[in-house]
């Protein structure tokens, strides 16, 4: 720690999930809690490596060559294997600094992360209030023992998981502050949806809700032990209000797991937007039981979908994740198919594109499962976001995949995971040519039926991302094994050198 005790030398680091994609998306997380520090009179510096496109030898050298009390970064689990070579190289130069880690790569496997880094602590859930305190904490030489939501390593080594923290209070943290980012950069590289252009499109994020109120087994996000907590219509506008006036953004992306939980609280906010005469396009994530579930007759489903599309409404994303019924409730999915094609026909009635994805790979999924899953993408008339089973720790299906013996070396298996466009884990009877060649059939019906234009190397993919720094020498990717769908890229394929 430096002398300046009033005034420690803080680094956020915003890692690059994606190398080389064309799409760059601000990250909500980071920007919320540096939200929270600079709120607090902190002063930090970033190192942000997605949008600048950093490659290793950059961000170790910076290490190197800049010191600092504090390291902060988070990001998902998928990428654990560049994370433990960016704590070590943090350590490595920078040995007195501390390292915080937040977010699913850290919290969901806290004790694994701890074992097998060199991090000092792991921001387990929520990040804003128990980063900061930690930070305070060791500011000022006090113990970290009473700080809830974190796991630390004690002077003697021992990891210590602290109880977890009461979730805030959502109307408590800020609006973000993006002044930190750059970013018009972020708005050059927006993700192409419906009803977008790549020139036109000033897209930006906005989080509604934190959580969700459902517990599928192939699911974790950072807010899982929390109760699903929606803000209120009023502070969402005035957010938007913001970014239209500073970003002159054309498009909010509410990027919540789950947005509107039920159809009364999609209708109050439209009536919000509708009554502020804001003009902007929005796009969301429901449950396939949206009316359903507050068991809205068709008309006035439809009635709640023509006001969701008059203020601005123009993509739903919704998953029916299967056809199968022992799969569905193997996913805990708590969904009726039917459900899912009466919400496609009021959406697509009322000229709201809808976005669904489907999950292959569930133990019992056989060549009659996955038609069957097609069948009813046929029957509502969409072609989905097709991926397999991607065990996440903190899942059902990871705990699962633990006792079946699939997974014996927890951190060898989270160095291999790519993304869900991969099969990185099959669990079922099928060899993965088995899987591939049905799924191969079912899309390539669909995509006759619909006309999509679409081949063998389009049927599965990752929106939008291309890896163009393909045969760049840096990210060694000769190396790199994929299924043929897939163009996607991240480091579990890549070498790293790990301090022991
Ligand atoms: C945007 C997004 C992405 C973007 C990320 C862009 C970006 N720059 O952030 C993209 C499109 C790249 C993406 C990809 C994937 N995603 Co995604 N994504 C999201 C989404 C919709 C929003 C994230 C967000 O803004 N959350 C809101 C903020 C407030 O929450 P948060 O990020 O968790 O942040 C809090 C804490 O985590 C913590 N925290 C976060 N960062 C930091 C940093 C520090 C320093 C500290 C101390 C704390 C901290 O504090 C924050 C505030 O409390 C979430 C759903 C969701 N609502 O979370 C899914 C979600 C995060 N994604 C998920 C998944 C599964 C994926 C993929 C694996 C899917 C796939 N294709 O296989 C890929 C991974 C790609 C890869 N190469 O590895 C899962 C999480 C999986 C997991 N357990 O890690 C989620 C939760 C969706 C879900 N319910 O399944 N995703
Ligand atoms: S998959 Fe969707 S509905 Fe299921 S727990 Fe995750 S966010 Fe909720």
């Known amino acids: 720690m430096t002398d300046e005790m009033n005034d420690p030398k803080i680094l956020f680091i915003n890692p690059c999930l994606r190398p080389g994609g064309h799409t760059k998306l601000l990250p909500v997380g980071l920007g919320s809690v540096m939200t929270y520090f600079h709120e607090r009179g902190y002063n930090f510096t970033l190192l942000d490596i997605d949008i600048n496109e950093y490659d290793d030898e950059y961000v170790e050298n910076y290490l190197k060559n800049n010191k600092f009390d504090f390291i902060l970064f988070g990001t998902l689990v998928t990428h654990y294997k560049w994370i433990k070579w960016l704590v070590n190289t943090a350590k490595k130069y920078q040995p007195n600094s501390h390292v915080i880690v937040g977010n699913s790569v850290a919290s969901s496997i806290p004790e694994l992360f701890l074992q097998k880094t060199k991090a000092d602590v792991v921001i387990i859930g929520e990040g804003e209030i128990s980063a900061y305190e930690t930070v305070r904490a060791i500011q000022y030489k006090k113990p970290l023992h009473d700080i809830t939501g ?189 459900a899912f094609i009466e919400t496609v026909k009021i959406f697509k009635q009322v000229g709201i594109t809808v976005n669904t994805s489907v999950v292959f790979g569930y133990p019992t999924e056989s060549k009659q499962s996955i038609h069957e899953t097609f069948d009813q993408c046929l029957r509502a008339g969409v072609y989905p976001s097709i991926g397999f089973l991607l065990p996440l720790p903190s899942t059902g299906m990871y705990d699962y995949a633990k006792q079946k013996g699939f997974i014996t070396d927890e951190d060898r298996y989270l160095e291999s995971i790519t993304e869900r466009q991969d099969i990185c884990l099959n669990m079922t009877k099928m060899s993965n040519d088995e899987i591939m060649n049905e799924i191969k059939t079912g899309a390539k019906e669909l995509n006759d039926m619909f006309d999509l234009g679409l081949n063998e190397n389009t049927y599965i993919k990752t929106k939008g991302y291309k890896n163009s720094k393909i045969n760049e020498k840096k990210l060694l990717a000769k190396t790199v094994t994929r299924n043929e769908n897939d163009v996607s890229f991240n480091y579990s394929n890549q070498e790293f050198e790990f301090e022991s």
């Open 150 to 338: 974190i796991a630390f390593r004690t002077p003697t080594g021992e990891i210590k998981v602290n109880d977890l923290r009461k979730a805030g209070n959502i109307e408590d943290f800020s609006m973000i502050n993006w002044d930190f980012f750059d970013v018009e950069r972020y708005l050059a590289k927006p993700s192409i949806k419906a009803d977008r252009e790549k020139d036109v499109t000033r897209a930006m994020p906005v989080i509604t809700a934190r959580g969700c109120a459902f517990k599928c087994t192939f699911c974790h996000y950072v807010f899982w032990n929390d109760p699903y907590r929606n803000r209120k219509p009023k502070s969402v506008i005035s957010e938007i209000k913001n970014l239209i006036d500073k970003y002159h953004v054309t498009h909010i992306d509410f990027w919540d797991d789950l947005s509107f939980a039920s159809a009364y609280q999609v209708e109050k906010m439209c009536d919000e937007f509708l009554a502020n005469n804001l003009k902007f396009k929005w796009m969301c994530s429901v449950r396939v039981d949206l009316f359903s579930r507050a068991n809205l007759s068709s008309e006035d489903a439809l009635r709640v979908a023509e006001k969701m599309k008059k203020s601005g409404c123009y993509d739903v994303g919704f998953a029916l994740e299967s056809g199968n019924q022992e799969i569905l409730e193997m996913m805990n999915k708590k969904i009726d198919v039917n």
